[in-house]
């Protein structure tokens, strides 16, 4: 069993954020001890790790919830479609910083008398 302490400790998350992902029964904790703090199965190290995973690549904590019961098959399909999404936001910010570029380097030529193109 681990403490809050030793679970905030091992997976650097913050006490707000443990105390979020309980409330939305993502951890759940498996008793408290004679002080009254929180006890966590070993395992809550792992649950944490993949719930910080999951959000990494954009899943919601609703969604992970969700996610945390599919079946393998269902699973791939939902990361496949994050991985799809995350090359669509790829795309615009590669966009993006590119018309940012332009934009810089167009100021950078006028602030020395004339365009370097």
Same mark, same amino acid.
């Given at each position: 069993? #681990?403490?809050?302490?030793?679970?905030? @400790?091992?997976?650097?998350?913050?006490?707000?954020? !443990?105390? =979020?992902?309980?409330? #939305?029964?993502?951890?759940?904790? @498996?008793?408290?001890?004679?002080?009254?703090?929180?006890?966590?199965? &070993?395992s809550? +190290?792992?649950? +944490?790790? &993949?719930?910080?995973?999951?959000?990494?690549?954009g899943?919601?904590?609703?969604e992970?919830?969700s996610v945390?019961?599919?079946?393998?098959? @269902?699973?791939c399909?939902a =990361?496949e479609? #994050? =991985?799809?999404?995350l090359?669509?936001?790829?795309? +615009?910010?590669n966009?993006?910083?590119?018309?940012a570029?332009?934009? !810089?380097?167009?100021m950078?030529?006028?602030?020395?008398?004339?365009?370097?193109?």
């Amino acid at each position: 069993m #681990k403490t809050t302490r030793e679970i905030l @400790a091992c997976t650097k998350i913050t006490r707000k954020a !443990l105390r =979020i992902y309980m409330e #939305k029964q993502l951890i759940l904790p @498996a008793g408290k001890n004679e002080q009254g703090g929180w006890l966590f199965e &070993d395992s809550t +190290v792992k649950t +944490v790790e &993949d719930i910080l995973y999951f959000q990494s690549i954009g899943f919601t904590l609703n969604e992970i919830r969700s996610v945390r019961t599919m079946e393998k098959e @269902a699973l791939c399909t939902a =990361i496949e479609n #994050k =991985i799809i999404e995350l090359k669509e936001k790829k795309t +615009v910010l590669n966009q993006t910083i590119s018309m940012a570029e332009q934009e !810089l380097h167009r100021m950078r030529g006028e602030e020395h008398g004339g365009s370097k193109t």
